[in-house]
């Protein structure tokens, strides 16, 4: 059996298991949630990472390379990571959550047909995927920071405008503010 066929025979147990670690990094009484309700305007944590693991699965695995799809793919994913309370850290460390479950399903049957290499070319591939999931988790902070920038001057400029009026003698009708 090609290696391949060993990574497809194991997906669907793979992305399950990798699913629940992910929904593990969250508080508590809020993996019970993630875990039961499928609604996806209910639950967006739950379905986007879901819609996520089938294509951070087939990148490590080889199955899918193209880095265009594969960035497509986990987009809504890490934009959640980033706006979440999470440290950089905890929030790209999903990504490495794959390995030990690899190691423990995919590992053994690839050891015994001799193919050690195609499974240390997918962990190689996991370390390239966290990359890239950085760079777009940076891209996504440096985007929510500039919006909070803007609020902040739109703010401060509202504010100046009402202390001018005030200033001025006019009083800030209903419509100013």
Do not use: C
């Not at 039961?36 to 305007?41: H, L, S, V, W």
């Not at 309370?85 to 794959?98: E, G, I, T, W």
């Not at 049957?109 to 940076?138: K, N």
């Amino acid at each position: 059996m090609k290696a391949i066929d060993v990574f497809r025979k194991h997906k669907s147990e793979m992305v399950r298991l990798w699913t629940d670690s992910v929904f593990d990094t969250y508080p508590f009484e809020t993996t019970g949630f993630l875990r039961t309700k499928d609604d996806p305007f209910g639950n967006p944590v739950a379905n986007m990472t879901k819609e996520a693991a089938g294509a951070v699965y087939d990148a490590v695995t080889g199955e899918s390379v193209e880095v265009a799809q594969t960035r497509k793919a986990m987009d809504r994913f890490i934009k959640l990571r980033a706006v979440q309370k999470f440290s950089p850290s905890q929030s790209l460390a999903v990504f490495s959550l794959m390995k030990p479950l690899l190691r423990q399903h995919v590992m053994p049957e690839l050891m015994a047909q001799d193919d050690l290499a195609a499974y240390l070319e997918t962990e190689s591939r996991i370390d390239s995927l966290t990359l890239l999931a950085f760079d777009m988790y940076m891209e996504d902070r440096e985007i929510l920071a500039e919006s909070r920038i803007t609020e902040i001057r739109n703010q401060h400029a509202q504010l100046a405008r009402w202390a001018q009026q005030l200033e001025s003698g006019a009083v800030p009708s209903g419509d100013d503010r």
